[in-house]
């Protein structure tokens, strides 16, 4: 792992792996970096952290919890702990950075509450 990330770099280990839709690129304390690319079907399940999607290329639709969008490259996703989330109906060159970080559970699980 290196302190500079590229997608094409990031890329080359899917492709390096091609069993795997994505792979860890890069760790230093709670946050964790990680580039994705499911072919066809997304098949995430909910994450136990707070999550964070910088859409590389491609488009489709984004479900988080009840809501479905339409997203395009270039877009941030945010995804709390938890929460059912997948992309659907994505192109076939859709790419993503996704960024894990906090506690387990979520920033919101360990926040102090509103006075």
């Known amino acids: 792992m290196t302190d500079r990330l590229t997608p094409s770099s990031a890329l080359q280990q899917l492709r390096d792996?091609?069993?795997?839709?994505?792979?860890?690129?890069?760790?230093?304390?709670?946050?964790?970096?990680?580039?994705?690319?499911?072919?066809?079907?997304d098949h995430q399940t909910p994450h136990t952290r707070d999550e964070v999607y910088v859409v590389i290329s491609g488009s489709g639709q984004f479900l988080n919890g009840d809501t479905r969008q339409p997203f395009e490259a270039g877009e941030v996703l945010f995804v709390p702990a938890g929460v059912v989330h997948r992309f659907e109906d994505f192109t076939d060159d859709f790419?993503?950075?996704?960024?894990?970080?906090?506690?387990?559970?979520?920033?919101?699980?360990?926040?102090?509450?509103?006075?």
Request: proline letters at 13%; a negative charge; zero cysteines.
């Open 95 to 115: 790419a993503t950075w996704v960024f894990f970080y906090g506690p387990e559970g979520g920033e919101a699980r360990t926040a102090p509450a509103s006075p």
């Open 17 to 41: 792996n091609p069993d795997i839709p994505f792979a860890e690129v890069f760790r230093r304390g709670s946050l964790q970096v990680e580039i994705y690319q499911p072919e066809g079907l």
